[in-house]
Protein backbone atom coordinates (compact mmCIF):
# COMPACT_ATOMS: atom_id res chain seq x y z
CA UNK A 1 0.00 0.00 0.00
CA UNK A 2 1.18 3.50 -0.90
CA UNK A 3 1.45 5.12 1.90
CA UNK A 4 2.86 9.21 1.19
CA UNK A 5 1.29 11.37 -1.28
CA UNK A 6 4.47 10.68 -3.67
CA UNK A 7 2.74 9.31 -6.60
CA UNK A 8 0.96 12.27 -7.65
CA UNK A 9 2.58 13.59 -10.93
CA UNK A 10 4.43 17.55 -9.96
CA UNK A 11 1.66 19.67 -11.47
CA UNK A 12 4.24 22.63 -11.70
CA UNK A 13 6.41 22.46 -14.70
CA UNK A 14 9.27 24.53 -14.86
CA UNK A 15 9.39 26.77 -18.28
CA UNK A 16 12.09 29.47 -19.78
CA UNK A 17 11.13 32.93 -18.34
CA UNK A 18 8.88 35.01 -20.11
CA UNK A 19 8.47 38.37 -20.84
CA UNK A 20 6.33 40.10 -18.51
CA UNK A 21 2.99 40.91 -19.93
CA UNK A 22 2.29 44.79 -20.86
CA UNK A 23 -2.08 44.20 -20.77
CA UNK A 24 -3.73 45.21 -17.81
CA UNK A 25 -7.03 44.26 -18.67
CA UNK A 26 -7.25 40.45 -18.11
CA UNK A 27 -9.15 40.33 -21.52
CA UNK A 28 -5.93 41.90 -22.72
CA UNK A 29 -3.46 39.55 -21.25
CA UNK A 30 -5.50 36.50 -22.10
CA UNK A 31 -5.16 37.81 -26.02
CA UNK A 32 -1.79 38.82 -25.13
CA UNK A 33 -0.77 35.20 -23.82
CA UNK A 34 -2.50 33.69 -26.85
CA UNK A 35 -0.62 35.44 -29.27
CA UNK A 36 2.38 34.19 -27.65
CA UNK A 37 2.02 30.53 -27.74
CA UNK A 38 0.79 31.17 -31.02
CA UNK A 39 -2.59 29.36 -30.23
CA UNK A 40 -5.62 29.12 -32.89
CA UNK A 41 -8.46 27.99 -30.57
CA UNK A 42 -10.18 31.44 -30.63
CA UNK A 43 -10.56 30.84 -34.36
CA UNK A 44 -11.79 28.46 -34.62
CA UNK A 45 -14.70 29.48 -32.51
CA UNK A 46 -18.11 31.60 -34.28
CA UNK A 47 -17.79 35.68 -33.61
CA UNK A 48 -19.22 36.38 -30.51
CA UNK A 49 -20.30 40.49 -30.08
CA UNK A 50 -20.98 40.37 -26.16
CA UNK A 51 -18.00 40.83 -23.38
CA UNK A 52 -19.55 37.86 -21.92
CA UNK A 53 -19.29 35.30 -24.74
CA UNK A 54 -15.45 36.96 -25.40
CA UNK A 55 -14.60 36.53 -22.16
CA UNK A 56 -15.97 33.17 -22.09
CA UNK A 57 -14.27 32.17 -25.51
CA UNK A 58 -10.84 33.23 -23.66
CA UNK A 59 -11.08 31.08 -20.44
CA UNK A 60 -11.69 28.08 -23.16
CA UNK A 61 -8.95 28.73 -24.96
CA UNK A 62 -6.72 29.69 -22.10
CA UNK A 63 -7.64 26.62 -20.35
CA UNK A 64 -7.36 24.21 -23.51
CA UNK A 65 -3.42 25.89 -23.90
CA UNK A 66 -2.84 24.93 -19.94
CA UNK A 67 -4.00 21.39 -20.42
CA UNK A 68 -1.47 21.29 -23.59
CA UNK A 69 1.42 23.16 -22.05
CA UNK A 70 1.30 23.05 -18.39
CA UNK A 71 2.38 26.45 -18.29
CA UNK A 72 1.58 28.68 -14.45
CA UNK A 73 1.52 31.89 -16.48
CA UNK A 74 -1.07 30.41 -19.03
CA UNK A 75 -2.90 29.15 -15.89
CA UNK A 76 -2.65 32.83 -13.98
CA UNK A 77 -4.13 34.58 -16.97
CA UNK A 78 -7.08 31.73 -17.38
CA UNK A 79 -7.67 32.93 -13.28
CA UNK A 80 -7.66 36.17 -13.83
CA UNK A 81 -10.03 36.03 -16.66
CA UNK A 82 -12.85 33.47 -15.08
CA UNK A 83 -12.07 33.91 -11.77
CA UNK A 84 -15.15 36.39 -11.48
CA UNK A 85 -17.32 34.29 -12.62
CA UNK A 86 -16.27 31.58 -10.97
CA UNK A 87 -17.17 33.41 -8.15
CA UNK A 88 -20.46 34.72 -8.96
CA UNK A 89 -21.66 30.72 -9.61
CA UNK A 90 -20.11 29.78 -6.31
CA UNK A 91 -22.05 32.75 -4.55
CA UNK A 92 -25.49 31.81 -6.70
CA UNK A 93 -25.53 28.26 -6.01
CA UNK A 94 -24.82 28.96 -2.51
CA UNK A 95 -27.82 31.15 -2.04
CA UNK A 96 -30.20 28.56 -3.47
CA UNK A 97 -28.87 26.11 -1.58
CA UNK A 98 -29.46 27.90 1.56
CA UNK A 99 -25.64 26.83 2.40
CA UNK A 100 -23.39 28.54 5.02
CA UNK A 101 -19.92 27.99 3.22
CA UNK A 102 -17.19 30.21 3.20
CA UNK A 103 -17.71 31.11 -0.72
CA UNK A 104 -13.61 31.93 -0.74
CA UNK A 105 -13.04 28.72 -0.11
CA UNK A 106 -15.09 26.98 -2.60
CA UNK A 107 -13.72 28.70 -5.43
CA UNK A 108 -9.98 28.36 -4.08
CA UNK A 109 -11.13 24.28 -3.82
CA UNK A 110 -12.92 24.64 -7.65
CA UNK A 111 -9.61 26.47 -9.02
CA UNK A 112 -7.39 23.78 -7.51
CA UNK A 113 -9.09 21.35 -9.47
CA UNK A 114 -9.08 22.97 -12.36
CA UNK A 115 -5.23 23.07 -11.71
CA UNK A 116 -4.86 19.75 -10.84
CA UNK A 117 -6.95 17.98 -14.10
CA UNK A 118 -6.66 19.73 -17.28
CA UNK A 119 -6.08 16.45 -19.13
CA UNK A 120 -10.43 16.30 -18.66
CA UNK A 121 -11.06 19.35 -20.29
CA UNK A 122 -12.27 19.40 -24.13
CA UNK A 123 -12.37 22.69 -25.77
CA UNK A 124 -15.29 21.61 -27.92
CA UNK A 125 -17.33 24.84 -27.95
CA UNK A 126 -16.52 28.42 -27.27
CA UNK A 127 -18.11 28.21 -24.07
CA UNK A 128 -16.86 24.82 -22.78
CA UNK A 129 -15.01 26.19 -19.72
CA UNK A 130 -17.65 27.50 -18.34
CA UNK A 131 -19.86 24.67 -18.25
CA UNK A 132 -16.87 22.45 -17.19
CA UNK A 133 -16.09 24.48 -14.94
CA UNK A 134 -19.74 25.02 -13.29
CA UNK A 135 -19.44 21.66 -12.83
CA UNK A 136 -16.74 21.73 -10.66
CA UNK A 137 -17.67 24.13 -8.65
CA UNK A 138 -20.82 21.81 -7.74
CA UNK A 139 -18.54 19.42 -6.85
CA UNK A 140 -16.54 21.44 -4.39
CA UNK A 141 -19.57 22.76 -2.73
CA UNK A 142 -20.80 18.70 -2.62
CA UNK A 143 -17.83 18.02 -1.16
CA UNK A 144 -17.63 20.66 1.21
CA UNK A 145 -21.06 20.07 3.04
CA UNK A 146 -20.31 16.22 3.39
CA UNK A 147 -16.94 17.19 5.46
CA UNK A 148 -19.55 19.74 7.44
CA UNK A 149 -21.53 17.07 8.37
CA UNK A 150 -19.30 14.03 8.93
CA UNK A 151 -18.61 15.77 12.22
CA UNK A 152 -15.59 16.35 14.35
CA UNK A 153 -12.52 13.63 15.37
CA UNK A 154 -10.83 13.42 18.69
CA UNK A 155 -7.56 14.95 18.72
CA UNK A 156 -4.63 12.91 20.23
CA UNK A 157 -1.06 12.50 19.88
CA UNK A 158 -0.37 9.17 17.72
CA UNK A 159 3.19 9.51 18.47
CA UNK A 160 2.48 10.24 22.29
CA UNK A 161 1.00 6.98 21.77
CA UNK A 162 2.88 4.79 20.43
CA UNK A 163 6.08 6.13 22.96
CA UNK A 164 4.07 5.48 25.90
CA UNK A 165 3.22 1.69 24.76
CA UNK A 166 6.67 0.88 23.71
CA UNK A 167 8.18 1.75 27.35
CA UNK A 168 5.79 -0.39 28.60
CA UNK A 169 5.78 -3.15 26.70
CA UNK A 170 9.78 -3.26 26.51
CA UNK A 171 11.50 -6.86 26.73
CA UNK A 172 14.45 -7.58 28.07
CA UNK A 173 16.97 -10.41 26.52
CA UNK A 174 20.26 -10.02 26.03
CA UNK A 175 21.56 -7.18 24.19
CA UNK A 176 21.61 -8.79 20.24
CA UNK A 177 17.70 -9.34 20.67
CA UNK A 178 16.95 -6.35 22.14
CA UNK A 179 18.35 -4.83 19.11
CA UNK A 180 17.07 -6.99 16.87
CA UNK A 181 13.75 -6.59 18.25
CA UNK A 182 13.58 -2.82 18.17
CA UNK A 183 14.56 -2.65 15.25
CA UNK A 184 11.86 -4.70 14.28
CA UNK A 185 9.06 -2.69 16.47
CA UNK A 186 10.77 0.57 14.92
CA UNK A 187 9.84 -0.66 11.61
CA UNK A 188 6.54 -1.54 12.43
CA UNK A 189 5.33 1.29 14.31
CA UNK A 190 6.44 3.33 11.47
CA UNK A 191 4.98 1.20 9.03
CA UNK A 192 1.89 1.68 11.27
CA UNK A 193 1.83 5.61 11.24
CA UNK A 194 2.74 5.86 7.01
CA UNK A 195 -0.91 3.56 6.90
CA UNK A 196 -2.41 5.82 9.32
CA UNK A 197 -1.04 9.11 7.55
CA UNK A 198 -2.20 7.71 3.89
CA UNK A 199 -5.80 7.38 5.52
CA UNK A 200 -5.52 10.59 7.01
CA UNK A 201 -4.18 12.28 3.89
CA UNK A 202 -7.10 10.49 1.38
CA UNK A 203 -9.82 12.06 4.02
CA UNK A 204 -8.70 15.92 3.41
CA UNK A 205 -9.92 17.71 0.35
CA UNK A 206 -8.46 17.85 -2.81
CA UNK A 207 -7.30 21.59 -2.50
CA UNK A 208 -5.64 20.39 1.00
CA UNK A 209 -3.67 17.39 -0.73
CA UNK A 210 -2.71 19.10 -3.68
CA UNK A 211 -1.16 22.70 -1.17
CA UNK A 212 0.09 20.33 1.31
CA UNK A 213 2.17 18.31 -1.66
CA UNK A 214 3.06 21.27 -2.95
CA UNK A 215 4.05 22.86 0.58
CA UNK A 216 5.86 19.70 2.03
CA UNK A 217 6.59 17.08 -1.07
CA UNK A 218 7.64 19.83 -3.50
CA UNK A 219 8.86 22.43 -0.80
CA UNK A 220 6.66 25.55 -2.34
CA UNK A 221 7.25 28.36 -0.87
CA UNK A 222 3.62 30.13 0.65
CA UNK A 223 3.83 33.29 -1.39
CA UNK A 224 4.83 31.24 -4.54
CA UNK A 225 2.01 28.82 -4.43
CA UNK A 226 -0.27 31.95 -3.72
CA UNK A 227 0.24 33.59 -6.40
CA UNK A 228 0.09 30.52 -8.68
CA UNK A 229 -3.37 30.12 -7.75
CA UNK A 230 -4.50 33.39 -7.06
CA UNK A 231 -4.63 33.48 -3.08
CA UNK A 232 -2.67 35.42 -0.56
CA UNK A 233 0.25 33.66 1.61
CA UNK A 234 -1.81 34.10 4.26
CA UNK A 235 -4.66 32.11 3.29
CA UNK A 236 -1.89 29.23 2.03
CA UNK A 237 -1.07 29.07 5.47
CA UNK A 238 -4.14 28.49 7.11
CA UNK A 239 -5.00 26.14 4.52
CA UNK A 240 -1.95 24.06 5.46
CA UNK A 241 -2.40 24.65 9.50
CA UNK A 242 -6.04 23.32 8.68
CA UNK A 243 -4.89 20.00 6.91
CA UNK A 244 -1.90 19.36 9.24
CA UNK A 245 -4.60 19.98 12.17
CA UNK A 246 -7.18 17.62 10.67
CA UNK A 247 -4.40 14.89 9.71
CA UNK A 248 -3.38 14.79 13.62
CA UNK A 249 -6.92 14.14 14.49
CA UNK A 250 -7.84 11.81 12.15
CA UNK A 251 -4.08 9.43 12.99
CA UNK A 252 -5.45 10.03 16.24
CA UNK A 253 -9.04 8.44 15.67
CA UNK A 254 -7.58 5.80 14.05
CA UNK A 255 -4.77 5.21 16.79
CA UNK A 256 -6.38 5.89 20.03
CA UNK A 257 -8.50 2.35 19.69
CA UNK A 258 -5.02 0.56 18.57
CA UNK A 259 -3.42 2.31 21.64
CA UNK A 260 -5.96 1.05 24.22
CA UNK A 261 -5.89 -2.54 22.87
CA UNK A 262 -2.35 -2.76 23.61
CA UNK A 263 -2.86 -1.60 27.01
CA UNK A 264 -5.61 -3.67 27.74
Request: charged share 25%; with cysteine.
Amino acid sequence: MTCLPLQTADPVQKFPAEPPLRNSTPLGRADELLTRHRDRTLASFPPLTSDRDRAAAHATALMDLYRRTGSSEVFEGLVAIAGPELFARVRSRLRRLGATLDPHEVLQDAIVNVFRYPDKFAASRYNAFAAWSATIVDNAIRRQLRRRQSGPTVALSPIEILSQQADTKAPEPDLAAVEHEETRAAAGAFAVLLACYHAAFEQLSDRERFVLQMVEVQHMRYAELGQLIGVRAETIKMVVFRARKRIHERMSAILRPLAEALAA
